[in-house]
């Protein structure tokens, strides 16, 4: 197997994390040469502009098939088409990555491939609202978990290579099976997501005769509401790949929320408090100081 | 009714909006004095050495009794507890403020204040995830809204007094009904509150057998439960003073969560994009560009 140094590292998808894996690929000249690959010319030019890679194509085949390290960095549906569409067209002995929000479907997929390719599922836990390439910078990645999912036919050499990787682009490598990452993401990064659109809903149906309510909009609403801005299409994936994990914690959500209206409804107050300070608490051990 | 210029500002309580009064009005010189009042002489010695305030008294009535304006800065139950010690204490034509979370039972006390007291309810829509007086800033109220509840009693001299300090601090004044300003707050405010403890609570709830829960949080969990760190004792007293627009809030945000699980549950995915799509447009159409 090629050492990441002497490697040729394909990204399929030049948005926020495909454009910012290449940044901080050439960037830190981790490895030979990074190609791009996207639909749009545009992209390619906009990523050759500011040195994200080193060269580029929209042609996907030919995109992938001299590559030593294969990176697929669209959303998750379109990972999944990538996976079959590419899986003849691999150099034997490619390994085969993505950064795709759930991992089980995907994991699936690459099961799938032939016995050449070596596959190494991945997320890196990182994003921000505003998707696109324009946004890409090269430290996207730095000292973030980058959750790892080897299949059992991956070699050890393809997993060194894919942490090898990892840690190039200053992330953290963290090895998961594909259930337990997407029962965690659910719970840590898709319920998020769902409470932020009910807010928004919520909010808007209340306000339904009152234009005044978005101008009272302070610090705690915007906070909250964020991630409802976040890309529809990619949601839609996350929801169709990771269901069950999803109407688990949707379910708990709303037998938590539950119990604050029965509370409320009952003036049980002190239950309430328990609560608030059980959570306060919890939030401030996770994220010390001010600034987040 | 003296002139904002020369009147004397006593501001009772020095946390971030009362710190942050004093500083905005003394260092824009918008009036003759600032007068801190706290239970602590080490919080007022901090507010003198930031220069928030001329000086200050641990004495309620003292530092109340001499002061054209009086602005109560507490969280809501205290303010209530001052309206009615303060009362008889107040210079006749006095000017009485408060920057409280709710604003009907606040308007209520006020109501029953003596004639001669000059009440106009405040609410500025502005706050940081930490509080106290070391986070305070003299630009906090900066092109914030400011919601203001004069009562029916409140002279045409004492609003207009109201709303010079208000302005004079860079705050934009609204007059709201203190009955419409709790209902739009629960919505906005109080809500996203709610929600985010929801997310902490439930989110722990799931990860409870999985130590690895929290190094998976990424920029979704941390925003989305941001206010959840917020201050408990201040948020009881919204719950004790905001209870119905809260729990129809709540009601309202169970029902649109609930729709989102059963069109799940469903297969339904049309009308959960149309939904997705809804959120982000509302939320995107509210904030502007990147940075939020």
Known sequence: MTALAEAQVAIAGLGLM????????????????????????????????????????????????????????????????KIAAISEWLKPGALLMDVGSTKTAICSALARLPAAVQPVGGHPMCGKESSGLTMA???????????????????????????????????????????????????????????ATTLVQTAAALGQDDPLLWTLAA???????????????????????????????????????GELIACLESGDMDTIQRTLEQAAARRRRLYHGAAH
Chains 1, 2 share one sequence.
């Open 219 to 257: 610090g705690g609403f915007r906070d909250t509401s964020r991630v409802a801005a976040g890309s529809v299409p990619m949601m839609m994936d996350i929801l169709a790949t990771n269901r069950d994990p999803i109407l688990h914690a949707l379910h708990e959500a709303a037998d938590q929320l």
């Open 18 to 81: 495909g454009g910012s894996l290449g940044a901080a690929l050439r960037s830190r000249q981790a490895c030979r040469e990074v190609v791009g690959i996207a639909r749009r010319q545009s992209s390619l030019n906009t990523a050759l502009t500011l040195q994200f890679v080193h060269r580029g194509t929209t042609d996907l085949r030919e995109g992938v098939s001299q590559a030593d390290i294969v990176v697929l960095c669209t959303p998750v549906g379109d990972i999944l088409a």
């Open 137 to 195: 910078e090269p430290d996207l990645y730095q000292d973030r978990v980058f959750v790892l999912c080897p299949l059992e036919r991956t070699s050890s050499e393809a997993r060194q290579l894919a942490e090898e990787l990892v840690r190039s682009v200053g992330a953290r490598p963290t090895y998961l099976e594909p259930e337990r990452h997407d029962r965690l993401v659910a719970a840590i990064s898709h319920l998020p997501a769902m409470l």
